[in-house]
Each structure stands twice: as C-alpha cells, then as structure tokens.
C-alpha cells in the first residue's frame, strides 16, 4: 500500500502538494484543538479550588459560630460571607443558608456543614478528574501527534515533505530535529 501511495506521490507533484497541505493543516489543528482543551481543563480546575477555598472558608466561620453562640460578631461574618459566596454555593446550601438568616437556629449550621462536606466530595472528584484527563489528554495527543509525524515522514518522502516534516520536528522538541 505505502509503495502505491509513493508512486501516485512521485508521478504527481501536485498530488503530493495537497497531501503535504492537508498534513500540515491536521498538525495545526491537532495543536489548537490540544490547547483549547488544555485551557478549558485549567480554567475548570482553577473554578473548583475557589469553590473550595471559599466552602473552607464558610466551614472554618459556622465552626466558630457554632462553639461560640453568643458571639455576634462571628454571626454577622457568617452571615456576610454567605452572602458574599451565595453564587459558588450549591442550590441546597442556599436553601439552608437562607433558613439560617430567616431564623438564626444553629441547627441549620450544623445541617449546612453536612451539605458542604458532600459537595467538598463531588469538587475533589472533579478537580482529580481534570486532573487525570489533563494528564491523558497529553499523553494520547503526543502519542497521535508522534504517529501524524511518522506517517507525515513515510508519506511525503525526502522530495516534498521533508520541509514540513522538519518544521513540525523542530516545533515538538521532543521528536528531535532531523539533520
């Protein structure tokens, strides 16, 4: 098959010249489409820390409240800081933040704690799941990317493609350079 292909390619060289624009069309769109999606996974995970970050906040605040109930001042910050993360918070913890500021029963606190200790759950399942496929996604597109240069290689043979084999070599230092 590879022998068919390299006749038809050194019959015609205008064969061989859309052949080498579609090769360097496919690695160019294998890059943009690797970094959207590396993008988009660090933007996910940099969300979930500040959910994290600000549901450790709240938690840290109702345990004050809680061992301390007659202290205003940390009521107030609870109430504030619940307010001021309301739209990280899950619908469910709205509800019950909402009940708290309507009837200020610590109850409530200790049912919000609950709820947030099953959201931490579902952010660390997230975050590592972003995480895994960030690895993933950089292991197979640098496997995918080896194989489009491989066959990039063999296919346009030292005539017409060696040029852009050697510009997409030397762009992915980890394939080396050709000499």
């Keep these: ?33 690797k970094e959207m999606i590396n993008r988009n996974n660090a933007t996910r995970i940099t969300q979930v820390n500040e959910k994290i970050k600000a549901y450790s906040q709240l938690q840290a605040q109702i345990a004050a409240v809680l061992h301390d109930r007659e202290n205003n001042t940390s009521k107030i910050n ?34 919000m704690l609950a709820m947030m200790e099953t959201d931490f759950k579902k952010f660390e399942k997230e975050k590592a799941m972003c995480q895994s496929m960030k690895i993933a996604l950089n292991l197979r597109l640098s496997f ?7 066959s990039q ?27």
């Design 153 to 179: 290689y063999y296919l346009f043979g030292y005539r017409y493609g060696f040029l852009a084999t050697r510009m997409f070599i030397s762009q992915n230092s980890k394939f080396g350079t050709i000499k």
């Design 1 to 33: 098959m590879w022998s068919e292909i390299s006749k038809l390619i050194g019959a015609n060289p205008m064969m061989s010249l859309i052949i080498t624009i579609f090769g360097t069309t496919t690695i160019w769109m294998y890059k943009e489409f």
């Design 78 to 111: 609870l109430m504030r800081n619940l307010g001021e993360y309301n739209p990280i918070l899950s619908q469910n913890v709205r509800n019950v933040a909402r009940d708290y500021y309507i009837k200020a029963d610590p109850a409530y606190l200790s049912t």
């Design 144 to 150: 995918q990317g080896y194989m489009i240069h491989s």
